[in-house]
């Protein structure tokens, strides 16, 4: 075994002291690897992770702030994550984030070996890493509540409720919630599928509105529209998304 | 919906016993004034199923004058008023199909035959309305009694409902894994109180046993469940948990429902306490309301508004909630708000005291 040339750099994430203690204490017999940072809750995962940069991540799925799913969301997934919990009902989820294990508590020394020679393969570049975390790691028929944003090391939650609209802008997109834009690295699309359709619609194709806010849709130009929304804002309407908002707004009645 | 209009078949059966009865009245009345019984039948035939359909709203009146609860003046005073002027009508109906009837050359003698046998008629069209009175009543007590049994059945599934699924929420595997994880993270470092964790954790399942088959127990059984559910809770959460317990030493021995207060401080922790990153409280308040007519519990929690959305938050309370209504109905309330950072569930139950021991 060829030992790698400088430490694997893990961070422990859970809200429970005595959890962490368990990884801590299984981990104090690995040399190689070393803890850069333990935390309580989603936040401190994303600050820790964004400024340290580990190899390794070990993480609850349930906790306060955000949970495993979200940090991951936020962070990316270009290190090797190991899921620790109770709840076996999100391993599906966590293999479509390329989880690396995916530990039941209570766990033993055994198999704690045996994920952390799988987490040594991925980080000595054997497994494949992934680029980009899926949007679609949601059961099918369930839609986000939230979104979650990171600028930084600092987290942003908006409520779906709160979301005026989505903006395409290059690799991002801005969130525009209570007269505020949170840019965020994905795609409209992806964001349009992480949400209910029968609360957001795409009615442009840089453009994704809450149908709530929608006032009054007028004519501009020759074939394109413009929806105003509550508080003014206008947005522009492609022809295919004025017949989507019409189909919708006449359902509504 | 009514009994007898709603359903042909009854209405059927109604109307046949009605005609029967009258029919065979009428022909008594007027075999004496010398009327063929053909001309009798033909005369109170229509007459007959006209009042058998007046009668038909007594079942409204009976509905709004239940037997249980209303004195005995109070319950004849309107039906005989009611009968008295139903009959009235009727009669007087009578005598107008008498009128037209006479125009035919063999009913010549019939509105003065009406007319003679008036106050018999009065007092027959009085009993019968009293009989279809009596008559819905009958089908109102049936009614109740049906629907006791099916709320008393339906009680019954739910209770065994509830003992399957307190079985399964008492030994909610979550809360047993994350607990033994928190054992043998204690194992190493601190054996001593991972003994007591242990033995909390026995506590706890051993006096969840056995509590499904019990329809009730004192609320000090249900508050001895949550110290040693807390007692768990406590070593796994440390200070992230803080308890505070206001519990008026009178209704200790109240009766309660099994388990009916443990979901609700399951609820605080998974749902209140987990989400705080610096922890949170939980207070349990049980005492007397102002009248002394029922136990009041709450149980109220901290609780983070942002906090990630869990699955099945919800049910551990509907579940109280229907427990509740199945087994107090109208005497009891139980309500559920949330006010900004605080969580807060209240219950008022009838007071039922601990039986004393023979």
């Known amino acids: 075994m060829s030992m790698p040339e400088s430490k694997i750099r893990a961070v422990i994430v859970d809200d429970e002291e005595l959890a962490r203690q368990v990884v801590r204490e299984l981990l104090s017999t690995h040399s190689e690897i070393e803890i850069v940072a333990e935390c309580g809750n989603g936040f401190e995962a994303v600050k820790a992770v964004t400024e340290l940069k580990p190899d390794l991540l070990f993480l609850d799925i349930q906790m306060p702030k955000l949970d495993g799913f979200e940090v991951l969301e936020l962070i990316g997934t270009n290190m090797a994550i190991v899921f620790a919990t109770a709840y076996d009902q999100h391993a599906l989820r966590a293999f479509e984030v390329h989880a690396v294990d995916y530990l039941l508590k209570p766990f033993g020394a055994d198999r704690f070996e045996q994920s952390l020679a799988r987490a040594k393969q991925r980080i000595g570049g054997k497994l494949p890493e992934p680029s980009e975390l899926k949007a679609s790691t949601r059961a099918a028929g369930e839609y986000a509540e939230r979104i979650v944003v990171r600028d930084g090391t600092r987290v942003h939650i908006i409520p779906v409720t709160k979301l005026d609209y989505a903006e395409a802008q290059d690799d991002y997109v801005a969130l525009a919630s209570e007269g505020k834009k949170h840019l965020k690295q994905q795609t409209i699309s992806g964001v349009e599928s992480s949400l209910d359709p029968a609360r957001f619609l795409r009615i442009h194709r840089s453009y994704l509105v809450n149908l709530e806010r929608v006032a009054k849709i007028e004519p501009y130009g020759k074939d394109t529209h413009l929806a105003i929304l509550n508080d003014g804002t206008r947005l522009p309407v492609s022809r295919s998304g004025y017949g989507r908002l019409r189909a919708v707004l006449d359902q509504k009645g | ?358």
Request: net charge neutral; hydrophobic share 45%.
């Open chain 2, 1 to 358: 919906m009514h009994p007898i209009l709603g359903y042909p078949r009854r209405l059927a059966i109604y109307l046949f016993a009605w005609l029967t009865l009258s029919e065979l009245l009428f022909y008594l009345i007027t075999y004496h004034s010398g009327v063929g019984w053909l001309d009798a039948g033909i005369f109170f035939f229509p007459l007959s199923i006209f009042y058998g359909f007046v009668c038909l709203s007594a079942w409204y009146s009976c509905r709004g004058i239940p037997i249980e609860g209303t004195s005995f003046a109070g319950l004849i005073g309107p039906h005989l008023l009611a009968a008295i002027l139903v009959s009235f009508f009727w009669v007087a109906t009578a005598k107008a199909f008498a009128r037209v009837l006479g125009h035919f050359e063999r009913f010549r003698g019939a509105p003065e035959r009406v007319a003679n046998i008036t106050q018999l008629l009065l007092i027959i069209g009085i009993l019968l309305y009293l009989l279809a009175v009596a008559l819905f009543y009958v089908i109102l007590a049936q009614e109740e009694s049906r629907e006791a049994e099916q709320r008393a059945m339906h009680a019954g599934i739910l209770a065994r409902d509830a003992e399957l699924r307190a079985l399964k929420a008492q030994v909610n595997p979550h809360f047993l894994f994350n607990s033994l994880h928190s054992i043998s993270a204690l194992t190493s470092t601190d054996p001593k109180r991972a003994r007591e964790m242990c033995i909390a954790l026995a506590d706890f399942l051993r006096s969840t046993l056995g509590l499904g088959e019990k329809e009730l127990i004192p609320l000090e059984e249900e508050l001895s469940l949550i110290h040693s559910f807390l007692a768990v809770e406590k070593i796994r959460f440390g200070a992230r948990l803080q308890m505070e317990e206001q519990v008026d030493k009178d209704v200790l021995d109240c009766m309660v429902p099994p388990l009916i207060l443990q979901p609700l401080v399951e609820n605080a922790v998974s749902h209140g306490i987990a989400n705080l990153t610096e922890g949170g409280w939980i207070r349990l308040h049980a005492g007397y309301d102002d009248q002394r007519s029922s136990v009041s519990i709450q149980v109220e929690n901290s609780f983070d508004p942002e906090a990630p959305a869990r699955r099945k938050s919800g049910v551990g309370l509907a579940n109280v909630r229907r427990r509740i209504d199945t087994r107090y109905g109208n005497n009891a309330s139980f309500s559920v708000e949330k006010n900004g950072e605080r969580f807060h569930v209240g219950m008022l139950l009838p007071v039922e005291k601990k039986p004393v021991p023979a």
